[in-house]
DNA sequence: GGCTACACTGACACCGTTGTCACCCGGTCC
DNA sequence: GGACCGGGTGACAACGGTGTCAGTGTAGCC
């Protein structure tokens, strides 16, 4: 006790040798248990967990990299966005499950042109166990192909096209568009306006086609001047919509591709002195805190970013332990949330 | 060349060692090189840069971690937000600096009740060098406690008490509050309500406290049923507007504690059938998207949060690299950004 | 009873850095 | 000319784990 009296600063973790000492066993015993390897007897098993538990042990993560050469941490490529519910619920779900698995989470905020140089050096400097891709980012060939190149696994999120060399998660865009559009078709309307999405993203020509096929079932024609680009941020949606207005026919109800641009569209309208749902219906996509913030609150499309980005997590995870050695795709449905941007034309 | 015809699988890191042969040194003095230490000749430290470069040598942080006993990563604390862009803002501004300095960012999004103890177990299961806190959870004395004990560094940003035992960085609450009142009174206003924010958060009561300044300079009265709870999201500040307006008296003015309560003070008025400005002039803070998504779009005061929370990590990083022993406390000015919500009373 | 198989355990090298310390060397000082 | 100094450098031992492999004990089998 008396030499403890001194130099007692920093309690000093306690290493594996300390656990091992204190439950009578070798370092590597210790380990084995931490590690839930197999071929510990039960009784022995339990005297290191009670000495852990004493010493309040925790791994050094540094000597387990450096020893295991792997990092229990996995990165998170997103790009700088202008939907930060988005982002902050893709961050959400993919670090409830790296919390729950004990694993670190690195983010990788990628500027503009994320040259896959700038991926490979992210590796090698941080050696993470593996990635979480979103879209757009995630998409391009010259990422995926490095990381595939450099056998770190991956997982995509909500990838434009499904490459079956590798595995994905995303929302039924198409589903989406499609019931977003089949609603205005029942309350009556004949002339939908529809504003793409950055065309970057897979996302935006799903839905896009989704809304396509849904006039196409109903035997409609498609009028091209109806629809228009967009890039997913509110500027360009209500530049858009002002396009929409000028045109000699203007379309009574207006899809937009998110919620962001949905809020644009309705901006505009006020702009324009446009009565909002009675002349003009609009939808956004994506459920976001904005389309309970726009007046009138939009109807949109839910898709459940949470669960997806937890289950990509938990995809990419089970990749790096090698519980799963096929690549797959997961589909999450959506669903149609109906407010009150939209309405029968003239009412 | 023969031999590198054969498993050549993984491109197999350059390690230390690589780089001394090459470079004809020591490996001592190759980490002497890449830890920028005094005492290496010009000549020396040339060529292992040169040969740093031909290997495209990044050094391995783990082994690094642990024979050096940092990690070359910081943590952030944050609380599960509403304000989403408030939170994204922060991590671009602190990921910035981490870039530039060569650390890694380790998230710790902290739940509602996070106990001290989650906070020590972070830190011995990451074993990070410091750590940027955000308000309201940076505030907490255990959580500060807990840190200081264990000597980890930290800098808060925006903490409710400016506590000098610490670094911290934030906006000047006071005087946008106050400068949001001014600029109401100026319009002619006499009666303004005030929605309060999240008690947690010292923002919340430094903003009143300018408005209370600004109404006190001018000599005018305070009306206690004007000053209303909220906790700095949509809903609160909805419900709080519906309060005012329910009153014998109502405001012709209300400043919202931040812009998304005053989205629901806007989206209250057009439920009341109350039209804006004209019969009501709304006034956010922080600027965040949502001031402009409204219709009219918000005037509300801009803080500097990605500066803010680059200034934080660079404070934390000077700190870590023992480069700075005294504590600061760094104010950043904010500025009134006058939008269509408000106007003159009637007007 | 002897042999094999297998469950369990530990000794020890090694992962790729940094810290410590000793050493070399040329210049300065008395 | 010897003692001293300090810049520049390298040898070597950590750091705290994991991988490999050999050893031990016990059960199963002929």
Redesign the pocket.
């Known amino acids: 006790m008396k030499e403890a009296t001194k130099g007692e600063r920093r309690p000093a ?1 306690a ?3 300390d656990v091992a000492r204190c439950a ?9 248990v ?2 839930r390897e ?4 039960a ?3 339990e005297r290191v967990m009670e000495a852990v538990q004493e010493l309040q ?1 925790e ?2 993560p540094a ?2 990299g ?4 792997r990092t229990f941490s996995i990165g998170l490529l997103y790009e700088n966005p202008h939907e930060f519910s988005y982002v902050q619920q893709i961050l959400d779900g993919v670090f409830g499950v790296c919390q729950a698995h004990g694993y670190a989470l690195l983010l990788r905020p990628s500027s503009e042109e994320p040259a896959a140089d700038d991926m490979v050096r992210f590796l090698t400097q941080t050696r993470v166990d593996g990635m979480v891709l979103t879209a757009p980012v995630g998409d391009r060939p010259d990422i995926t192909d490095a990381l595939a190149e450099r056998q770190v696994p991956f997982v995509q999120i909500s990838p434009g096209i499904t490459d079956t060399r590798w595995t994905s998660v995303g929302p039924d865009d198409f589903a989406g568009g499609r019931a977003l559009t089949e609603h205005l078709l029942d309350l009556g309307h004949a002339r939908i306006g529809f504003i793409k999405g950055d065309p970057r993203h897979g996302a935006a020509s799903a839905r896009l086609a989704g809304h396509l096929r849904a006039l196409g079932d109903r035997g409609m024609a498609v009028d091209e001047s109806l629809i228009v680009p967009g890039l997913f941020d509110f500027e360009s949606g209500k530049e858009a919509a002002h396009g929409l207005f000028r045109l000699a026919h203007p379309p009574t109800a207006i899809v937009a591709g998110n919620d962001d641009m949905a809020a644009g569209v309705i901006v505009a309208a006020r702009e324009a002195g446009i009565d909002l749902p009675a002349d003009l219906s609009v939808a956004g996509f994506d459920d976001s805190p904005t389309a309970l913030h726009t007046w009138p609150p939009l109807t949109t499309v839910r898709q459940p970013i949470v669960e997806i980005a937890s289950q990509a997590a938990e995809l990419l995870l089970e990749w790096i332990r090698g519980e799963r050695d096929v690549h797959v795709r997961k589909t999450f449905d959506c669903r149609l949330v109906v407010r009150r941007s939209t309405s029968a034309p003239g009412a």
Chains 1, 2 share one sequence.
């Open positions: 973790r290493t594996i040798r009578g066993v070798s370092i590597k015993t210790v380990s084995r931490i590690n197999a071929n510990v007897r009784a022995t098993r042990y791994p050094n000597a387990r450096l020893a295991g050469r």
